[in-house]
């Protein structure tokens, strides 16, 4: 779906590493094995929903991945950053200000994986919710619909 989704593009490329590594995926790790293969001068860019920018220090290693690259965060509906950090206080005031440098105006639409899943589920269209081709290969495979096709 993500080669269906960037078709067209040049300037995405899919990238199959975590499948290929298998196991349990961190983005550390995924980081790591993109450092190793493009060289240290290469400038990673880890794009993140602000929702999840805020449960970064949970994730394993955050201050390595953090190290390895710089984490953007992509403004999500409904999360407001200017509260953070009182909800973890597991970040420090300098890993916090920097994050916070790095905050991407996006328009804030609404789309999400659980309400693009939920919506198959209750039989609603996912039209402009999801690239075209994407759509047509979840209809045609009948993905994240109860109606006896793959919940993935």
Not at 105 to 118: K, M, Y
Request: aromatic share 8%; net charge neutral; proline share 3%.
């Amino acid at each position: 779906m993500v080669e269906l989704a960037i078709e067209g593009n040049p300037r995405f490329r899919a990238c199959d590493i975590e499948l290929t590594r298998g196991g349990v995926s961190y983005s550390v790790d995924t980081i790591t094995s993109l450092k190793s293969q493009y060289g240290d001068g290469t400038a990673f860019y880890f794009i993140v929903g602000a929702d999840s920018l805020i449960e970064l220090a949970t994730w394993r290693e955050y201050k390595r991945l953090l190290s390895l690259c710089t984490v953007v965060a992509a403004a999500r509906p409904g999360c407001d950053l200017r509260s953070w950090p009182s909800q973890d206080g597991l970040c420090t005031r300098e890993e916090i200000a920097a994050l916070k440098s790095h905050i991407m105006e996006t328009p804030l639409i609404g789309i999400s994986s659980t309400e693009i899943r939920r919506r198959r589920q209750s039989g609603e269209s996912i039209r402009y919710l999801v690239p075209d081709a994407v759509e047509r290969y979840i209809v045609e495979n009948n993905l994240y619909s109860l109606r006896g096709g793959s919940y993935l």
